[in-house]
C-alpha cells in the first residue's frame, strides 16, 4: 500500500532554532496535511496544501508542497519549547479511499535539546 | 465551539468484552472518521461515515469490528470480543459537508487497554 516516509524520526531543538522536517512518498498525493500531537491528545491541523509547488505559511510555520506531488517539507522558525510533539504529514491519495481516508507518516518527535 | 468531543478518554476490558466508544462531531459537521494509532505510529484509517451510512471502511478488520452514525446522537465504533492486540488510541475525526472537506479536526481520543 502506499507509505509516507518521513525524516528525521526525531530531533532536539534548542530555543530560537530552526527545524526542518519532510515527508516522501513513491506515489503521488493530491493533498497534504501537517499535523501536531501533544501527548494525549488528538492531532492538531496546522498546514493543508492542494497545489503541487504551494507554499504556506501559519505563523512561524512554512510547508510545501513539492512539484513532483510525492513530497511536503515543514519549517519552523525561531522554535520555542511548546513547539515539542511529534509533527505528522498526512496525504490523501489521488486514486481509492475516500475523502478523509488519509495516509500518515509515523512522525517527527520534536523534544527539547538537554 | 466545542470540538470534536470523544468519551471515554480511558478505557479498560478485559479479553472478551465488548469496547463502546463514542464520538460527537464539531458543530456543523456531517462527516465522521475513525483512525487507530498504535504506540509510536501513525494514524490508521477506519472508517468514515456520514448520518446513517458508512460510506467507505476499507481500514476496519473483517470481523469484531463495526460502527455507526446515527441520525440522532453520537457515532460509535463498537469492538466486540476484545482481544489485547485491539489496545491502541482510536481516534474520531470530523469534517465539514463542503468546502474544505479534506480538513480533519481530531477528538483528543480514546486510549482502550485489554488485559
Known amino acids: 500500500g502506499q507509505q509516507l516516509n518521513q525524516s528525521p524520526q526525531s530531533m532536539f531543538i534548542q530555543e530560537g532554532e530552526d527545524v526542518s522536517m519532510n515527508c516522501t512518498s513513491s506515489s503521488i498525493f493530491n493533498t497534504w496535511l501537517w499535523y501536531k500531537q501533544d501527548p494525549g491528545e488528538g492531532p492538531v491541523l496546522l498546514i493543508a496544501?492542494?497545489?503541487?509547488?504551494e507554499l504556506t505559511s501559519n505563523g512561524r510555520l512554512t510547508a510545501q508542497f513539492g512539484i513532483t506531488r510525492k513530497d511536503s517539507f515543514l519549517n519552523i522558525s525561531a522554535s520555542i519549547p511548546s513547539d515539542v510533539g511529534i509533527y505528522f504529514c498526512a496525504g490523501q491519495p489521488p486514486y481509492g479511499g475516500s475523502q478523509g481516508n488519509l495516509i500518515f507518516g509515523k512522525g517527527t518527535k520534536l523534544s527539547v535539546k538537554p | 465551539n466545542a470540538g470534536v468531543m470523544q468519551n471515554p478518554r480511558h478505557l479498560v476490558r478485559r479479553r472478551g468484552q465488548e469496547a463502546r466508544l463514542r464520538c460527537s462531531p464539531m458543530k456543523g459537521h456531517s462527516h465522521v472518521y475513525w483512525y487507530r494509532q498504535l504506540p509510536e505510529e501513525g494514524l490508521k484509517f477506519m472508517v468514515y461515515?456520514?448520518?446513517?451510512?458508512?460510506?467507505?471502511e476499507s481500514g476496519m478488520p473483517k470481523e469484531r469490528f463495526s460502527a455507526e452514525f446515527p441520525k440522532e446522537g453520537p457515532s460509535i465504533l463498537r469492538i466486540q470480543q476484545v482481544v489485547r492486540g485491539d489496545s491502541a488510541a482510536y481516534f474520531c475525526?470530523?469534517?465539514?459537508?463542503?468546502?474544505?472537506?479534506?480538513?480533519?479536526?481530531f477528538g483528543s481520543g480514546t486510549q482502550l487497554s485489554v488485559l
Open positions: 461515515l456520514q448520518k446513517e451510512n458508512i460510506i467507505d
Open positions: 496544501l492542494y497545489k503541487a509547488g
Open positions: 475525526a470530523s469534517s465539514p459537508s463542503t468546502g474544505d472537506s479534506e480538513k480533519l479536526f
